[in-house]
């Protein structure tokens, strides 16, 4: 990234995004109500815009209003959360923010915060516990308030990191994101990274070779160089290996006999002393002046 702006470098990542993902027409240009951007972020964290999407119809379908919703028990909401992760826990996020609407407002209707300015807007939202998530305050920006907003979850901060776009938190991530991509772009480009991030930017063995971003992301080129170690390790390795097997005794062990397998060890004799000379016998001096 030294030598070309995140900015700059993001403009290339959509380009080619949108190669391989196409455009679905028209982006839909009608704002979701304050309230359905509520729902729609927590159903939407972590998982597909499909889901989602698929999750707001079934409670239109399905329920009366939001006050059914309301009173209904957990398990009837989690039917309408069919296919995304963690149903239970986004079932209680769902009826106790529209609990917390209804004991303030005796309603479910928060648009009139769309006239507000977005920092008033938000200092009013952020006293409801579903804006915890910065996910689901950076959906109502972008699907309700106007506002420019890129959401991040996990799914989409993961294929981000291997870009090598990372922050230390996700709000300043967001952050970053916001200031590169024009507000026209935001909701396209995070389609984009989704698309990504569900399709060969998985988490786990990614499949860099069919993304189309493989000749500028960082994780996509560091992986290719890394295979290629590999495979020049395992090419050099077996031969080195038949070398060893063909390779002829050494000359000074060629001829050595090895010992035989029936032959009994010999005894080892004592060792032989030199001989001593016999001893010389005296010679008889009485006999030699007889004669």
């Not at 455009?23 to 304050?34: F, I, N, T």
């Not at 993304?211 to 890394?226: F, S």
Request: with cysteine; hydrophobic share 35%; glycine share 4%.
């Amino acid at each position: 990234m030294a030598t070309q702006s995140k900015a700059q470098f993001l403009t290339d990542v959509y380009t080619l995004l949108r190669r391989r993902y196409k455009p679905k027409g028209e982006q839909d240009s009608a704002r979701l109500s304050v309230l359905k951007a509520v729902v729609y972020g927590i159903c939407h964290e972590d998982t597909t815009r499909e889901n989602a999407n698929q999750a707001l119809s079934r409670f239109k379908d399905g329920y009366f209003d939001w006050n059914e919703v309301r009173v209904s028990d957990i398990d009837e909401i989690r039917e309408s959360l069919a296919g995304i992760p963690d149903p239970e826990e986004r079932a209680k996020r769902i009826r106790k923010f529209l609990r917390q609407l209804f004991n303030r407002t005796y309603g479910f209707n928060l648009d009139a915060l769309v006239k507000k300015p977005l920092k008033e807007a938000l200092k009013v939202l952020q006293t409801y516990e579903a804006f915890a998530s910065d996910y689901v305050t950076a959906t109502v920006i972008q699907q309700a308030l106007g506002g420019h907003a890129i959401p991040v979850d996990h799914e989409t901060h993961r294929a981000l990191e291997r870009l090598g776009i990372t922050e230390a938190t996700i709000p300043e991530l967001r952050a970053v994101l916001e200031r590169a991509v024009p507000k026209n772009r935001g909701a396209e480009f995070l389609d984009l990274i989704e698309d990504l991030a569900n399709d060969t930017c998985v988490a786990v063995d990614p499949d860099c070779p069919r993304c189309e971003l493989r000749k500028i992301c960082p994780y996509a080129l560091a992986r290719k160089e890394q295979d290629a170690a590999a495979r020049s390790a395992a090419k050099t390795r077996p031969s080195k290996e038949r070398e060893k097997e063909i390779e002829p005794p050494s000359p000074a062990h060629a001829h050595e006999p090895g010992p035989s397998p029936t032959a009994s060890p010999k005894k080892s004799s004592p060792p032989r002393t030199a001989k001593e000379p016999p001893p010389v016998k005296p010679s008889p001096r009485g006999k030699q002046g007889s004669k």
